[in-house]
């Protein structure tokens, strides 16, 4: 069994001032105890002053930093595995390098990178792909962010193709993690037969805020855009629902935070891979983040020896 972990990390290592949340980040990525780490919003801005690196080089300079703190790897080849975000929020991929008692060894395959970024791919934040052999077994794995001020029928519809096209291009069955910034799509049967949805509108009833408006179509209903082509037409399915666990937010806890509680971090299955590989997953609260980070870490286990 091995345990992915989906972690936006707050503008990780952007504000020199917050240097103590940043350690409580790195001690918490440890104690999910995971064995492949997506991580969302590791921050690098522009060159500010002569002799600054590059953004691309910070970028990969504070996923280094992360790997290191977190004891996890994070190149392929000398490679860093990161994506550039059209902003200062980036994405990576962090694993355990070595043997584990009762685990499978974590080999990633050489020349299957994938970056997707705002150039060429036209992505609001990034994509970054990766496949690992775990022990014979092959796994793509996703990581990425979506806008928050268009998550929806715009740039959201955009940047859910490009997922589409980073993890159904060819055999490997994936898990993809992301903040997606909006809520998913999937349906729940009833026991007269009806449906609802697993994610219920969490704006319904609640006093209207400026930063809802990003989350609504043009006619003002919740937009589940992404979600829908992800979980229709690309076939992504959610491993919340394959796991069977009861609904639980990712957001909502954090001082500040305008919008009522969310599941906007999900984790997707694609097509080609099988259902009995999922045999658990959860959402990690308070107790472990506390206010270190404005998303609660998701967390999938799976039996890899189902994969093909």
């Known amino acids: 069994m091995i345990r992915l972990a989906s972690v936006n990390a707050f503008k990780l290592y952007g504000d020199p001032a917050d240097e103590a949340r940043f350690a409580h980040v790195e001690e918490m990525i440890r104690r999910t105890d995971a064995d492949i780490v997506a991580v969302q919003e590791i921050v690098a801005h522009p060159p500010k002053n002569p002799g600054d690196p590059g953004k691309r080089d ?91 001020v268009d998550p929806g029928i715009g740039w959201g519809w955009a940047d859910a193709g490009q997922v589409m096209r980073a993890m159904n291009g060819d055999e490997i069955a994936g898990l993809v993690a992301a903040d997606w910034n909006g809520v998913g799509a999937t349906k729940v049967m009833l026991n007269d037969g009806g449906e609802t949805d697993y994610d219920p509108d969490p704006y319904h009833g609640i006093a209207w805020h400026p930063d809802h408006a990003y989350q609504f179509d043009e006619y003002g209903r919740l937009d589940r855009s992404a979600a829908l082509r992800l979980e229709g ?76």
């Not at 984790?267 to 990690?284: E, K, M, N």
């Open 58 to 148: 910070l970028a990969k300079l504070r996923v280094q930093r992360l790997a290191h703190a977190v004891g996890l790897r994070c190149d392929i080849d000398g490679e860093v595995m990161c994506a550039l975000g059209g902003g200062n929020h980036h994405a990576a991929l962090l694993w355990r390098a070595g043997a584990r008692a009762g685990k499978a060894t974590i080999t990633p395959v050489t020349g299957k990178i994938g970056r997707f970024e705002r150039v060429p791919a036209g992505m609001w934040h990034s994509f970054v792909t990766a496949v690992f052999d775990l022990d014979g077994k092959k796994l793509r794995v996703g990581n990425g962010q979506l806008s928050h």
């Open 233 to 308: 037409p690309g076939r992504f399915r959610d491993c919340a629902r394959i796991a069977n666990v009861p609904w639980k937010p990712t957001t909502g806890r954090f001082p500040g935070d305008k919008h009522p509680p969310r599941r906007i971090d999900r984790w997707y299955a694609t097509h080609h891979f099988p259902d009995d590989a999922v045999i658990g997953l959860d959402v990690l609260g308070a107790e472990l983040v506390g206010h270190c980070t404005d998303h609660d870490p998701l967390v999938v286990e799976v039996d890899e020896t189902k994969l093909a």
